[in-house]
């Protein structure tokens, strides 16, 4: 009888550890990435810059989300294994040019509301936020932004000026942390082209 009752308890464990096995494994967590924020500087009293309002930036739907936007041959597009951009790329588009601007001290980028009245309007379109394999596949890609703006005085709604801001940037290898790290600093090439060109519109 003993016998019977340890054969019985050694299959029931059996079955117990086989159905164990065929558990799914836990599903290795996405890395998440952002975009490098500008160092703090002495800003001047906000009543000594110019206020902007930053529009929520258009782009097309493949650079909307958080994916890391890979290109094999600039026309198609696919998205980074197990990695992902921790706001959508227009919100970080956004956040890094007001971030850029207060870094400037010579304008103020603010988020529009329906309560403040601010003299200038931006406009952002996200052309492309991609890295490309333009090299083949098995080469480091080169990653590329590409922005326009309209800038527009808010009351009278008359077109100040456009500007299309664009750089690119060789990452050093073809891992996923060397693409984003040549794609953050083609973001800031950008955002400082961006800068500039409001500082020519806009200077007295």
Known sequence: MKYVNGVVMLAASLMFSGCLSVLPEPKQADTVYRLTIPASANLSPVGQT???????PKAPKALSGTDIVLSPDGRRLSAAA????????????????????????????????????VPYRLNLDIRR????????????????????????????RDLIGSFSARSTVRANARSVSAIVLAQDEAAQAVMGKIANWLDSQLSE
């Open 129 to 156: 936020f991609e890295a490309v394999f333009d090299q083949g596949e098995d080469a480091a890609p080169n990653a590329v932004a590409h922005i326009n703006v309209t800038l527009s005085d808010t009351k009278s």
């Open 50 to 56: 110019k206020a902007i309002n930053i529009e929520f």
């Open 82 to 117: 197990n990695a992902h951009w921790s706001e959508t790329i227009p919100e970080q588009v956004r956040n890094l040019l007001i971030d850029t601007l207060a870094q400037k001290g010579q304008f103020t980028g603010i988020i529009p509301s329906g309560s403040t009245y």
